[in-house]
């Protein structure tokens, strides 16, 4: 092998010293095989151009998460968006992979303590396409009107406790049944509409005490249907909202904060201690 004489160096490949080449790059005008040639808009470009040119490119984002940005930024009910998201998505799976990846996600109090998983998956899996469809649109109208008064984050405590408190009322009333669905959370989140709307001087709320008493007396009536999540969703829900129409100032913010924590850990906690009870009673555990 031989090496190219001072002359005529400029006519091989700057990083192949053995390779004869008589394209430049466009950039920095450097002699490049073509093993070092890598297209552009104009011309090649050799390989150090090209890894400059990547390093100061703007780092464009999906597209998805450059929208969810952006309704984020303008207020909109992004939580409640992307809990209608996931359960959409959630019940498509049920819909290919069919009952037995039902039956994994909905909640049974005596396996809760050995499948943690079920107390979440619950809240988004659901029996049937009505089912989806009506808690969807109550979860749209109720959640979205909710975030934007509390916060993401208030709200999203509100929907996470309303739905525990649901299973810890199924715990205790009904514990050998098993239930999907994200009712009770909904019912939480009727409760704490009414609840914060009255302590906004709101109207007096008659209109939504009966639509949820007429789905209470439907859940009742109804057979498979779990009035007793519900129940357990209304309770949690009205109490969260009390908290936080009793610590609106500024002033009592570590008050609120330590009142929501104590009513998700004691929602929790009956859901796991009472799980233990029934796996240990049915020799699951």
Known sequence: MTQPSPSDAANYCYRHPDRQSFVLCQRCGRTICGQCQTPAAVGVHCPECVREARSNAPRVQPAVVTRFRSASASGAPVVTYSLIGVSVVIYLLQFVLGSSFTNLLSF???????QPWRLVTSLFAHAGLLHLLFNMYALFIFGGQLERTLGRGRYAALYA???IGGAAAVSLIA???SVIGASGAIFGLMAAFFVIARSLGGSNGVQLLVLVGINLVI???LPNVSWQAHVGGLVAGAAVAFVYSKTRHRSKHRVQTAAIVAIGVVVLAIVLLRSY???SAYGII
């Open 108 to 114: 049974s109090a005596p396996f809760e303590i050995v």
């Open 161 to 163: 406790i309303s739905g």
């Open 175 to 177: 514990p050998t049944t």
């Open 219 to 221: 859940g009742i009536v």
């Open 277 to 279: 009870q029934l796996a």
